[in-house]
């Protein structure tokens, strides 16, 4: 029973994350729309490099860093998340060792297929890009973000939509929990489930959804709702913003350009760039 519970409680542990948006740091206090598109230009550039490059990528990692840093979010809560999602990356390079064995890189005798390092680049940007996403959560607040999402021109169906699905995923992880402590109680100590029971419980909360989703649709209209989310306060763009901005933008950009652990590990060692 409670391995049920408490893997539903992990799939939603983001709601910490939501409550950790409530702090007030350096970072809590840039406006929302600043931090928006930093992270989305730290995404474009992360995902452009080559699929063989690892070095390159290195640097990019003191965005998310000075973001839970700054921020002050616990590193676990972070972590904890990615890897929830880290399946998904797996997946996706999975058979890149199988498939590209050309040897690319040699150490010594010994020397590394093409699979392995665009294996390693493709963990090394899921990390960074799904960390930088967390962190910004963490450190904005969901409708916090999609105030100034909606204050940035995106489709204000995309933002409500957003907002709903964070909202209510959590009602919806509720009712299954109650739903599995019931069949708990009821399959007399069966540890395991057959999939006709499973396929039952998935029907069932589906229904349960939509009935519960009914009802806050109209309880909502009963109550004046228009589709707009109103937040209790609108942030302005200060000066201090658009040095924030335009600060991560020209290190992305050189960061791009250059190999800045290339040419660190070069000034280090005494060699030339």
């Not at 702090?23 to 230009?41: C, E, F, N, Q, S």
């Not at 763009?237 to 992305?252: E, H, K, T």
Request: glycine content about 10%.
């Amino acid at each position: 029973m409670s391995g049920g519970v408490l893997g539903l409680g992990d799939l939603v542990e983001i709601g910490r994350l939501d409550d950790l948006g409530r702090l007030d740091t350096p970072m809590h206090r840039v406006d929302a729309r600043a931090k928006a598109i930093v992270v989305l230009a730290f995404i474009i550039v992360v995902m452009s490099f080559p699929r063989y490059e690892i070095s390159a990528i290195t640097p990019f990692i003191l965005c998310p860093v000075a973001f839970i840093s700054l921020g002050r979010i616990p590193v676990r809560h972070i972590a904890r998340k990615i890897l929830v999602a880290l399946p998904f990356a797996l997946v996706i390079g999975l058979f890149n060792p199988i498939l590209d064995r050309q040897p690319i890189v040699a150490f010594g005798p010994h020397t590394v297929a093409g699979g392995w390092v665009s294996f390693a680049s493709i963990l090394l940007r899921f990390a960074l890009t799904v960390g930088a996403a967390l962190a910004l959560v963490a450190c904005t607040g969901l409708y916090r973000l999609g105030a100034g999402l909606g204050q940035l021109g995106v489709p204000r169906v995309f933002v409500v939509q957003l907002l709903f699905c964070h909202r209510y995923l959590f009602v919806v992880a509720d009712e299954g929990g109650r739903m599995m402590r019931g069949v708990a109680l009821r399959s007399d100590g069966k540890r395991t489930l057959s999939l006709r029971v499973y396929g039952s419980l998935v029907g069932h909360l589906l229904l349960r959804s939509l009935d519960r989703a009914e009802r806050v649709h109209r309880a909502m209209l009963a109550r004046g709702f228009t589709g707009e989310i109103r937040v209790m306060r609108c942030s302005a763009f200060r000066g201090s913003d658009w040095l924030f901005v335009c600060g991560w933008l020209a290190f992305f950009a050189a960061a791009r350009a250059w190999n800045l652990a290339a040419a660190l590990g070069c000034l280090l060692t005494g060699g030339a760039a």
